[in-house]
Each structure stands twice: as structure tokens, then as C-alpha cells.
């Protein structure tokens, strides 16, 4: 009874006689939890911080050429603002991106419902203008600029924001 590993704790007959459960009886696989957490470690997944990390690239680049590709439609390549028309739509692009930064309009409960933002991805991108034009006039250069070249941007560029919210 004290014996830690007594000699003969399995009798020869009773290990010939074990009925082991055949392969086919054993329960295979993982539960609905573990499949979960395994799917989040896949190579093909993006983490909540790279996907909003990718998002803000994407919606840059997406304002910035669509404002140059309105600026190169309706003023042309060469003008006597050239360098001061990229700058500005540069500036913007930037500046909508951490308005909706600040705002969490990269957070991953944001992204999932874009119908519920639309409100708040269109007073950041209207605020951004009202920062340009702020900017245009303390300068005095508002004059200068077209103000149907920013009109036609700030709706092809909230299309344009709000078409990749929905995808």
C-alpha cells in the first residue's frame, strides 16, 4: 500500500485484454475556440493595428492623386502655382488623415460599420477643407486658388473615401 511503483501494477492479461478505442472512435479535430484563435494566427490575416495602418497609406494616396488628377484636369501641368497647388492638396491629404485618426475613424469598430460614420468621415473631411481655406486666407492667397478645382475635389475625394470605407 506505501509501495510508490509496485512491480506488478498491470498484470500481463490485463494489457493483452485492453480494448483500445479503434481510430475511427477517437475524437479528432479541435473545439470552435481553439479553430478561432487558431484562424487569427494565419499569414494571411492582418492585425486590427496593420490593417488601420494600411488604411490611413491607402486613403492618403487615394486623396493626394485624386487631387492632383483634378488639378491636372482643370488648371494643367504648368501654371504659375505649380509647386503651391501639390502642396496644398499634399497638406490636406495629410491633415484628413489624422483628423480621422483623431477622431478613431481608424478603429476597427468604425471600419466595420462605415454606414453608421458617414456623418463624422464627412464633417473630417469638410473640417479639412475649412482648414485649407482658413489657412488660404490668413495668407492672403486665397484669391489665387480654384475654388471649382477644391469643390470638384472635396466630392470625388469623399466618394472616393467612403467607396473604400464600404469595400
Do not use: C, H
Request: charged share 15%; aromatic share 16%.
Amino acid at each position: 500500500m506505501n509501495e510508490i511503483d509496485p512491480a506488478r501494477r498491470f498484470s500481463m492479461d490485463a494489457v493483452r485484454n485492453y480494448d483500445a478505442p479503434a481510430e475511427s472512435e477517437k475524437p479528432g479535430g479541435i473545439n470552435d475556440v481553439a479553430r478561432q484563435v487558431a484562424s487569427q494566427y494565419r499569414r494571411d490575416t492582418m492585425s486590427p493595428i496593420m490593417v488601420s495602418g494600411v488604411l490611413r497609406m491607402v486613403e492618403f494616396a487615394l486623396l493626394f492623386l485624386s487631387g492632383l488628377g483634378v488639378y491636372f484636369y482643370y488648371v494643367g501641368f504648368f501654371n504659375y502655382l505649380a509647386w503651391q497647388y501639390p502642396l496644398a492638396i499634399a497638406s490636406t491629404s495629410f491633415l484628413a488623415v489624422v483628423l480621422l485618426d483623431v477622431t478613431d475613424r481608424y478603429q476597427i469598430a468604425a471600419l466595420m460599420r462605415p454606414l453608421a460614420n458617414f456623418g463624422r468621415v464627412l464633417l473630417v473631411w469638410a473640417g479639412s477643407f475649412a482648414l485649407m481655406a482658413l489657412t488660404a486666407f490668413a495668407i492672403k492667397a486665397s484669391e489665387d486658388y480654384s475654388r471649382l478645382l477644391f469643390g470638384t475635389w472635396f466630392v470625388v475625394g469623399f466618394v472616393l473615401i467612403f467607396g473604400l470605407r464600404l469595400v
